[in-house]
């Protein structure tokens, strides 16, 4: 008698706990604000040239490139540096970055007129930039068309070397919304390349990594092994 009483208010305070784990977790959905959309996420917006001028260090970012995954595992850090000509349609960008200890830096001119940057040769290249809730960031969606492949990136940089866990939080919304896999992130405590490095030409040398086809099979080989021993 005893025992069935009190098996009965335990199962009694069961319910009422399962009660208020419901209660809470419909509060905490009922507080955050809605979640938006995937064509909020993916709408480009508007950038001056102005605001693309400067220093921007690589948080990380996903893309479809095949080996992407695993070079992005090889990838220490990268930084941009953006600057003026005396065209105002034509930036310079110096691109420098570190993979598996060694440092190296491509300079290239991009076009960018109405928030879009293009390379029109070698290969096709264009950029949009999309919402981001942190002010010192860049939210970069990429398209990429050779004459061997096509491929997407979604690219996230800032002007300091880390952000804040909600801005990883909104890129990897971003990567889900464009089914991409989820950003690999850099390692904000690993050295940065130095400054005023000997840059080469970079559209030549990401053109001939781009028509090195045979390279994309064994960068395939690699994400499918990356994927399978860090996922
Ligand atoms: C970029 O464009 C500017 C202005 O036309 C030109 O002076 C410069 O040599 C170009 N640089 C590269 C790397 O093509
Ligand atoms: C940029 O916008 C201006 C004015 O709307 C337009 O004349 C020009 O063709 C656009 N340029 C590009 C590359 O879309
Ligand atoms: C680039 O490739 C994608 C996918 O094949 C295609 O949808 C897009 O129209 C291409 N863009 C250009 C400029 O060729």
Known sequence: MCARLHRASQSVSATRMKRLVVFVALLSLGLSAPLPSCDALLRPINIRNEQMLGRWLYIGGSSDLPGSRSLGLLLNNAWLDVSATSRSNVLTIVQTQRIYGECSSLKYNVTMENGTLLIEHPFYLKEVYLKSDCPDCLVVYEEVNSTQDSFRSLLLFSRQRSVSAADVDLL??????????????????????????ESSDGLDALNSLLEAKMAHRVARLLDKLFDFFVN
């Not at 990897?172 to 490095?197: E, W």
């Open 172 to 197: 990897r919304r971003q990567a889900k919304c464009l089914q991409m896999p989820s950003p690999l992130l850099m390692d904000p405590t690993h050295d940065l390349c130095p400054d005023n490095l």
